[in-house]
Nanobody, 124 residues
Framework: QVQLVESGGGLVQAGGSLRLSCAAS????????MGWFRQAPGKEREIVAA????????YYADSVKGRFTLTRDNAKNTVYLQMNSLKPEDTAVYYC?????????????????WGQGTQVTVSS
């Protein structure tokens, strides 16, 4: 089983950038589809992005397309979410998630392991 730890959240002004990292423990990281989700107060948890096992296929929510980039480094057991041109509506707790499957998965119920979350706050 994989264990996940997010880092890199913080406070940033609108238009700024942050890079979130998710470090995974375990010996089978490359077997997992990885995703990032976010949840704002009073809102449903929503998918932000997902990446397949090799890193060659990605999915992005419409709200972040062109601004966020999801990558993975299987040699380092780490995935990254580069967030550019941040908007106040991006404010949320961001969660890293892992899915032991081949398909990407787009709902939180599709993922088996979760990190603790990291807060991202974007001021206007």
């Amino acid at each position: 089983q994989v264990q996940l730890v997010e880092s890199g959240g913080g406070l940033v002004q609108a238009g700024g950038s942050l890079r979130l990292s998710c470090a995974a423990s375990g010996r089978t990281f490359s077997n997992y589809v990885m995703g990032w989700f976010r949840q704002a107060p009073g809102k449903e948890r929503e998918i932000v992005a997902a990446i397949n096992r090799s890193g060659g296929i990605t999915y992005y929510a419409d709200s972040v397309k062109g601004r966020f980039t999801l990558t993975r480094d299987n040699a380092k057991n780490t995935v990254y979410l580069q967030m550019n041109s941040l908007k106040p509506e991006d404010t949320a707790v961001y969660y890293c998630a892992a899915r032991q499957a081949y398909g990407l998965g787009y709902g939180s119920h599709d993922y088996n392991a979760w990190g603790q979350g990291t807060q991202v706050t974007v001021s206007s």
